[in-house]
Nanobody, 124 residues
C-alpha cells in the first residue's frame, strides 16, 4: 500500500521558516521523481519544487532562493525547507511521486501518488 504522509506545516509570520517532510512507503521511493505542489483556496494546484531520482532540482520562480527541496533515499523522506516565507505562500502543500521519465515534472497529472497535504499559513 503506497503512502505519502506530509508533516511540518503550521502558522508562521512573514519572514519565518518551516520545514515540510513527506514520508513515503509502499513503493520503490528512490526510483521515483518527487515534487511539492501547493493549492490555495480558489486557485489551481501549483508546482513549487521538483527533484529527480538522480537528485536534480528545479523550482518555480516565485520560490527560487527561498525554498530548498531535498530527499533522503535511505529514510524514504522528501523535504521542503521554506525560508523567508510570504503571505502569498499560504496554501495546502502536497508531495507527489512520479515514475518514468523526468519530462513532465511540472505537470501534476503526470504524478502517480499523492499525499493528503499539510497546511501552511503565513501572516503579515
Amino acid at each position: 500500500q503506497v503512502q505519502l504522509v506530509e508533516s511540518g506545516g503550521g502558522s508562521v509570520q512573514a519572514g519565518g521558516s518551516l520545514r515540510l517532510s513527506c514520508a513515503a512507503s509502499g513503493y520503490s521511493y528512490s526510483r521515483y521523481h518527487m515534487g511539492w505542489f501547493r493549492q490555495a483556496p480558489g486557485k489551481e494546484r501549483e508546482g513549487v519544487a521538483y527533484i529527480t531520482n538522480a537528485g536534480s532540482t528545479s523550482y518555480v520562480d516565485s520560490v527560487k532562493d527561498r525554498f530548498t527541496i531535498s530527499r533522503d533515499n535511505a529514510k524514504n523522506i522528501l523535504y521542503l525547507q521554506m525560508n523567508s516565507l510570504k503571505p502569498e505562500d499560504t496554501a495546502m502543500y502536497y508531495c507527489a511521486a512520479k515514475i518514468g521519465l523526468w519530462v513532465g515534472l511540472t505537470d501534476p497529472s503526470k504524478y502517480n501518488y499523492w499525499g493528503q497535504g499539510t497546511q501552511v499559513t503565513v501572516s503579515s
